[in-house]
């Protein structure tokens, strides 16, 4: 505790604000892992995919999107569920917040061109558990899936 006082105090601690903002960083990019590796493979489009989404949704050079997706890589091949990541997200995101990760999924599993059955189960049990009813996750994937054939992105 007295550290975390003395960081604030010397401006190099962290607040609660930024760890709930690195937790958040964490879970999407673990979620968004997920996505591009459970159809057996992470094609590089879907890697090029996931680097671009997080990079802009969260503001990261390149450097810090490549250190993110190697962690969350680690997570996510020892997470045997989803709920870590997505309680933690239902907790610090409002309604569009959890839209948007609903939407960077599609994003991801759309990258390569061709939607696996896995992408898609992955897409509906995260939105389920953030709260994101079915009729809205099928209006986001139509949406996404408009753009990927025209070549659009998001």
Do not use: P
Not at 110 to 139: F, M, Q
């Amino acid at each position: 505790m007295l550290n975390f006082i003395i960081g604030l105090l010397d401006g190099t601690g962290s607040t609660d604000h930024d760890e709930e903002a690195r937790r958040v960083r964490f879970a999407t990019a673990t979620l968004l892992v997920r996505a591009a590796t459970i159809d057996g493979h992470a094609d590089n489009a879907e890697l090029a995919r996931l680097h671009e989404l997080l990079a802009d949704r969260f503001e990261l050079s390149g450097e810090e999107v490549i250190d993110l997706i190697a962690n969350a890589m680690a997570e996510e091949r020892d997470a045997v569920d989803l709920f870590r990541y997505t309680n933690i997200l239902n907790k610090s995101l409002d309604t569009d917040g959890r839209r948007a990760l609903v939407e960077m999924l599609w994003e991801v599993a759309y990258a390569d061109g061709r939607l696996d059955e896995y992408e898609a189960n992955l897409v509906w049990r995260v939105a389920e558990l953030i709260g994101i009813d079915s009729a809205e996750r099928i209006r986001i994937r139509q949406k996404v899936a408009a753009r990927a054939k025209s070549g659009q992105k998001g």
